[in-house]
């Protein structure tokens, strides 16, 4: 069992506290926060362990009346592997506690690439085996890598051009914006986001513009790749059904837009309406020429998470990507695609009719 502690309990850590516990191979310590809040309370009343993020707020959680099972210094030196979810910027401060402690840690996308050895995405990124440390590159970045990934090893990848249409803030964050307008964010071109595919992806030749909307549930990409061979759009589809993490949108599903596909997955009764796959609209991949062009949404508090489950055996087991893919995806319920046939019939009704 890899034991594994989650420090830093929000947006990202809940769900990767969460897909930790759903594996079988690993074992969730503990998770930290610094205030006793409802989030604080809520992992209590999911059975995890609560660690103070910082010593001196340990009295304000014995106030609340929420027991504490240590301080961070105690969750690090009982796990195999820390997965740091706090909030950017944070991580690089949290840095030489890891380090002192000899924990192997995990870093979220919102940190410099440099602050590990190796930045990460499952799909993607090359060998990691050397690495002590790792960053799970950001939302819109691994949706992009797991995109553009297959998509260069079949076609070659001469240039993309991708327009990102990020959401202005996560449902719980009341203070985000924009709440009228859609802004270019940055207003430069390219955005930090093409960089950071090639932290992952260094031969792809990739430039993106980004813009903020005022919406929460997910962010919508714009692709244009200009390939080095001239498939047909079927055949692009064909490649991209084939990866388990990219789910084709069927047009037949009546899905238009991010609420509708926040509403399937809690229809499928996932957790918080999670949507860990980037969701393509099948009808908009076409081919004009060498130019490819598609939509797809990510959603930004999902798309890490499994991301985050490969990066933890990557650095603490011996198990290969393409096995460790295939258990998290298991144990999560990663890979859509594969409940609907061809004439929208759940496949398992297919089997049994047939
Ligand atoms: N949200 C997204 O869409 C998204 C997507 C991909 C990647 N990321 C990246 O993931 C990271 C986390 O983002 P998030 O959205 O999950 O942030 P978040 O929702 O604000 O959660 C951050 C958590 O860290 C805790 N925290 C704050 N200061 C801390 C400290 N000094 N030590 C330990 N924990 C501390 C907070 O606890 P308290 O509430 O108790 O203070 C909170 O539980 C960032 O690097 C971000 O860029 C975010």
């Known amino acids: 069992m890899i034991r ?5 309990y929000g947006t990202i850590g809940k769900r990767v506290a969460d897909a930790v516990a759903a594996q079988l191979d690993m074992e969730l310590v503990g998770v930290t926060k610094t205030s006793p809040d409802y989030g604080a309370e809520a992992a209590l009343r999911r059975g995890y362990d609560l660690y103070a993020a910082v010593d001196d707020q340990a009295a304000a959680f014995e106030d609340a009346g929420l027991a504490i099972a240590g301080s961070l210094a105690d969750l690090l030196d009982a796990v195999d592997v820390v997965v740091d979810c706090t909030p950017a910027g944070i991580g690089e401060r949290n840095r030489p506690i890891y380090d002192a402690h000899g924990t192997p840690a995990i870093y979220q996308g919102g940190e410099d690439a440099a602050i590990a050895d190796a930045s990460f995405n499952a799909r993607a990124s090359g060998d990691v085996s050397e690495a002590d440390s790792l960053r799970v590159v950001s939302c819109n970045t691994t949706g992009l890598s ?7 090893e079949v076609y ?4 993309a051009r991708v327009t990102l249409v990020r ?3 996560d449902p719980s964050e009341t203070d985000r914006g924009p709440i009228n307008d859609v802004v270019p964010d940055p207003a430069t071109v390219p955005s930090h986001h093409g ?5 992952v992806l260094p031969d792809i030749d990739v430039d993106t513009a980004a813009l903020k909307a005022p919406v929460t549930g997910m962010h919508t990409h714009s692709v244009n790749v200009t390939l080095e061979r001239e498939p047909t759009a079927a055949e692009v589809r064909e490649l991209l059904r084939d990866e388990t993490r990219l789910f084709l949108i069927p047009e037949r599903a009546g899905i238009d837009g991010a609420g509708a596909l926040k509403d399937y997955a809690s229809d499928l009764g996932r957790a918080r309406g999670d949507f860990w796959e980037n ?3 099948e009808e908009s991949i076409s081919v ?3 130019d490819l062009y598609l939509f797809q949404n990510v959603h930004q508090e999902a798309d890490v998470v499994p991301e985050n489950v490969d990066a933890i ?3 603490a087991s011996d198990i290969s990507r393409e096995e460790s893919v295939a258990r998290t995806n298991d144990a999560l319920g990663v890979g859509l695609e594969s409940l609907l046939s061809e004439d929208g019939a759940p496949r398992d009704q297919v089997a049994a009719d047939d």
């Open 167 to 169: 959401r202005g803030g």
């Open 288 to 290: 004009e020429g060498r």
């Open 313 to 315: 055996r990557a650095l």
């Open 195 to 199: 960089p950071d595919v090639n932290a």
């Open 146 to 152: 797991r995109l553009l990934a297959p998509i260069d």
């Open 4 to 8: 594994v502690g989650v420090n830093g």
């Open 156 to 159: 070659g990848v001469e240039k």
């Open 279 to 281: 969701c393509v609209w």
